[in-house]
T-cell receptor, first 117, second 112 residues
Framework: GAVVSQHPSRVICKSGTSVKIECRSLDFQATTMFWYRQFPKQSLMLMATSNEGSKATYEQGVEKDKFLINHASLTLSTLTVTSAHPEDSSFYIC?????????????FGPGTRLTVT | AQSVTQPDIHITVSEGASLELRCNYSYGATPYLFWYVQSPGQGLQLLLK??????LVQGIKGFEAEFKRSQSSFNLRKPSVHWSDAAEYFC??????????FGTGTRLQVFP
């Protein structure tokens, strides 16, 4: 089946620094990738939809300047958390959408645990 | 409004017992329905999906789900639960081109 990878799996950074998270579709091309945030024991909250070659579409309440998304190729999207603060600590999950004959399906990466100290 | 409701936050069953996790949705168009499972600290794995056709869909790990349009439900079932099934389960709804909307999840605990 389709595989999505994320790197890094865990990252600890100091407050005020920036962190980049990569999301790759390994064996398929993904015109659309999604970035989610998940707090402990809660559901996934969609942050933004990333389309290859165009600007990302952010959900209401998500700061565009803080969470920079770049989808430069059909297999890679990056999320950069700029000027990170402790409240940005969370589990970030990406997914990539593959168009199939029966409809779309999202494949999820294993997630990135961000801890801001 | 588009939404997914998973009424059971936490379910505990004995190993070998049957399982049903509830999911109700509200969606304006023809829904595409999904069940995902998440182990602690991991991403989501697709258990099964419904796009069209037979309303009883089979998934991986012995799971199945039934789409009932009249009840706006897509409940997940398994006849005999294994200890390795303990995890968080998410129901989601979307369309062919739209984003997914997730429920709040149901945590399954399995006792030996």
């Amino acid at each position: 089946g389709a595989v999505v990878s994320q790197h890094p799996s865990r990252v600890i950074c100091k407050s005020g620094t920036s962190v980049k998270i990569e999301c790759r579709s390994l064996d398929f091309q993904a015109t659309t990738m999604f970035w989610y945030r998940q707090f402990p024991k809660q559901s996934l909250m969609l942050m933004a939809t990333s389309n290859e070659g165009s600007k990302a579409t952010y959900e209401q309440g998500v700061e565009k300047d803080k969470f920079l998304i770049n989808h430069a190729s059909l297999t890679l999207s990056t999320l950069t958390v700029t000027s990170a603060h402790p409240e940005d600590s969370s589990f970030y999950i990406c997914s990539a959408r593959e168009m199939t004959a029966g409809g779309h399906e999202q494949y999820f990466g294993p997630g990135t645990r961000l801890t801001v100290t | 409004a588009q939404s997914v409701t998973q009424p059971d936050i936490h379910i505990t069953v004995s190993e070998g017992a049957s399982l049903e996790l509830r999911c109700n949705y509200s969606y304006g168009a023809t829904p595409y329905l999904f069940w995902y499972v998440q182990s602690p600290g991991q991403g989501l794995q697709l258990l099964l999906k419904y796009f069209s056709g037979d309303t009883l869909v089979q998934g991986i790990k012995g799971f199945e789900a039934e789409f009932k349009r009249s009840q706006s439900s897509f409940n997940l079932r398994k006849p005999s639960v294994h200890w390795s099934d303990a995890a968080e389960y998410f129901c989601a709804v979307g369309s062919n081109t739209d984003k997914l909307i997730f429920g709040t999840g149901t945590r399954l605990q399995v006792f030996p």
